[in-house]
């Protein structure tokens, strides 16, 4: 068993303007229909989120859904936290913002690369202390932040805002071009995964 979800992570914007972002965000998402104005739907392991509304469907691409579906609640995140694509958090490869190189995880057996994760799950666990979180290329050797290092399948974004939107189709293209609009253009990352 379990849920769908898909997360869309905010990577730039700071702690203390992720709740203000998000409340205009979810204000666009009400008044578009897409979302119910209250938080009356329960989310996964944690409170109350936000309900489908009535224009789901808008946004949504259902063609390999069957009939009928319901999509779950919205859950929106507004601290620092390390997204994860749950039961999928599994990445081959990050891509350094310096020289643009693959750092593998995994080789052509899929067997894990000694060493190779290594220092993304001490950043990782820099992150969730609350530290500047900087990751060392293999291949260039410059320091950047873990939040810059793009290219891991999905699975793992890091940020102070996210939108979790549970047991939804996927998002459509047009609708996730609104929504980084809306973020005021910051880069964004879409997480999927199950839990």
Do not use: N
Not at 84 to 108: K, L, N
Request: glycine share 10%; hydrophobic share 40%; aromatic share 12%.
């Amino acid at each position: 068993m379990g849920d769908y979800f898909q997360t869309v992570v905010d990577r730039d914007v700071t702690e203390a303007d992720a709740a203000p972002l998000a409340a205009r965000v979810v204000a666009w998402l009400v008044a578009e229909g897409v979302i119910g104005p209250d938080r009356t739907e329960p989310v996964l392991g944690r409170g109350p989120g936000y309900p489908p509304g009535p224009r789901i469907r808008e946004v949504v691409d259902s063609s390999g859904w069957s009939e009928p579906w319901q999509g779950g609640a919205l859950h929106v995140d507004v601290t620092r936290t390390v997204f994860d694509a749950g039961q999928w958090a599994d990445p081959s490869s990050a891509r350094c913002p310096r020289c643009e190189r693959e750092t593998e995880f995994h080789d052509e057996a899929w067997q894990e690369i000694p060493g190779g994760w290594a220092p993304f799950s001490e950043a990782i666990e820099d992150w969730e202390a609350g530290a500047e979180a900087l990751v060392r290329c293999a291949h260039c050797d410059a320091s950047s932040p873990l939040v810059d290092w793009s290219g891991m399948g999905h699975c793992f974004a890091f940020g102070a805002l996210g939108f979790t939107f549970w047991g939804w189709p996927d998002l459509t293209p047009a609708f996730l071009a609104e929504f980084d609009r809306r973020l005021d253009g910051h880069r964004t990352v879409l997480v999927s995964g199950k839990i």
